[in-house]
C-alpha cells in the first residue's frame, strides 16, 4: 500500500466549477499536511497547509480527518489557471521532517 | 534572498561523468532538503541539512552521492560517476526553525534538470 494515494485524474472541468480531490495516508502518525501544486516541469508550490479544523483560503478549502487519514482539498469557481498537478503531501514526523508526496491528481480547467 | 535559488537549470553528463548541483536556501531559513523526481511525479527525499550539519540522510544513495551546506557558500549535491537512472529534476527546499501552528512548511527552489547521457 502506497504510502500517499491520490486519484490520478485527470479531472477536466468548465471554468466556474466546484472540484474536489481526496487523498489518503497510510500512516496514523502522521503530523503534518499539505496540498501543493505543481505546473508542468516547475517546482511544488505551497498551496497551503491543512490543519485539524480546516481551514480556507479564498476559493481553496482544505479538510483534514485523522480518524479516517484523509485529506481533501476542493476549488470553487475553477479559473484556467488552476489547471495544474495537485499534490498531497504529509510528514510522518513533526519538526524539519521529510516530505511524503502523492503522486498527485492533474486538473485541467476547460473554457 | 526571499526565494530558493538553485543552480545550474539544466545539467547534461555523460555516464560516468561528476554532476554538482547548487541550492541556496531563503534567507533566514534553517533546513535544506534535496528531493529527486523522477517520471511519473515519485518525489525521493535525499537528505535534510539544518544549518551545516546533516539532519537527516536516510535516502541519501551511499556510494555515489554525496552534499554539503558550509557557513556562507550554497549548499551542493554532487553526484560522482552518473548513471542513466540519475536522470531527473533535483529540487532543494528550505523550511524555517519554528513551524507555523505546528506546521513545517517547505518551500522549493526551480530544480536543476539532470540528464545523464
Known amino acids: 500500500r502506497k504510502e500517499v494515494e491520490q486519484d490520478p485524474g485527470p479531472f477536466n472541468v468548465p471554468e466556474g466549477a466546484t472540484v474536489a480531490f481526496n487523498c489518503t495516508y497510510s500512516n496514523s502518525a502522521s503530523q503534518s499536511f499539505f496540498w501543493y501544486r505543481q505546473d508542468c516541469r516547475k517546482e511544488p508550490k505551497l498551496l497551503m497547509s491543512?490543519?485539524?479544523s480546516g481551514n480556507e483560503d479564498g476559493r481553496f478549502t482544505a479538510q483534514l480527518n485523522r480518524a479516517s487519514q484523509y485529506i481533501s482539498l476542493l476549488i470553487r469557481d475553477s479559473k484556467l489557471s488552476d489547471s495544474a498537478t495537485y499534490l498531497c503531501v504529509v510528514t510522518f514526523y513533526s519538526g524539519n521532517t521529510p516530505l511524503v508526496f502523492g503522486k498527485g491528481t492533474r486538473l485541467s480547467v476547460i473554457a | 534572498g526571499e526565494e530558493v535559488a538553485q543552480t545550474p537549470k539544466h545539467l547534461v553528463r555523460g555516464e560516468g561523468q561528476k554532476a554538482k548541483l547548487y541550492c541556496a536556501p531563503i534567507k533566514g531559513h534553517s533546513y535544506v532538503f534535496w528531493y529527486q523526481q523522477v517520471l511519473k511525479n515519485e518525489f525521493k527525499f535525499l537528505i535534510s541539512?539544518?544549518?551545516?550539519?546533516?539532519?537527516?540522510e536516510t535516502g541519501m544513495p551511499k556510494e555515489r552521492f554525496s552534499a554539503k551546506c558550509l557557513p556562507n557558500s550554497p549548499c551542493s549535491l554532487e553526484i560522482q560517476a552518473t548513471k542513466l537512472e540519475d536522470s531527473a529534476v533535483y529540487f532543494c527546499a528550505s523550511s524555517q526553525l519554528g513551524g507555523v501552528r505546528g506546521s513545517y512548511e517547505q518551500y522549493f527552489g526551480p530544480g536543476t534538470r539532470l540528464t545523464v547521457t
Open positions: 491543512v490543519y485539524s
Open positions: 541539512f539544518q544549518n551545516e550539519n546533516v539532519f537527516d
